[in-house]
């Protein structure tokens, strides 16, 4: 099966690798020498631009395509289905939640209040899943 990004490269002209992406001949203008710019973003999304003035919508129509091609199909709940498995707003989440026991924990060692066992050990295990995160991200 053929993903969203060999999809659209395989409908425009001239294209060729331009750093992390690609470089074609916009198809909603006449265009001798390619000034669109096609790439996916690390969310998965595909990234589109003319660098003569098209808009996205007007690119994507005359490749008889719509802007919901350029985005991972959903899941129930509204949730992008990402190609390693992993949801980043459920991450970014949880190392908020984790971040917030951290600033619990040094809010109530400034204020002198004396930190017991647990709390370190729960402040730990949020140091320890912040950086297992940074690690996947």
Do not use: W
């Not at 060999?6 to 992390?20: T, Y």
């Not at 509204?78 to 984790?98: H, M, P, T, Y």
């Amino acid at each position: 099966m053929m993903s969203r990004l060999e999809n659209i490269l395989s409908r425009l002209e001239k294209v060729s690798r331009a750093g992390k992406g690609f470089k074609a001949c916009c198809p909603a203008h006449p265009d001798r020498s390619p000034s669109l710019s096609v790439k996916e973003s690390d969310s998965g999304q595909i990234l589109v631009h003319c660098f003569a003035g098209c808009t996205t919508d007007s690119v994507m129509a005359a490749l008889g395509l719509t802007l919901a091609d350029l985005y991972e199909p959903k899941l129930n709940g509204g949730q992008s289905r990402k190609r390693d498995g992993i949801n980043r707003r459920e991450l970014k989440a949880a190392v908020d939640f984790e971040r917030q026991v951290l600033f619990i924990v040094n809010a109530d060692k400034k204020a002198g209040r004396l930190i017991s066992q647990v709390d370190l050990e729960r402040a730990t295990l949020a140091i320890n899943r912040i950086s297992s995160v940074s690690r996947i991200l």
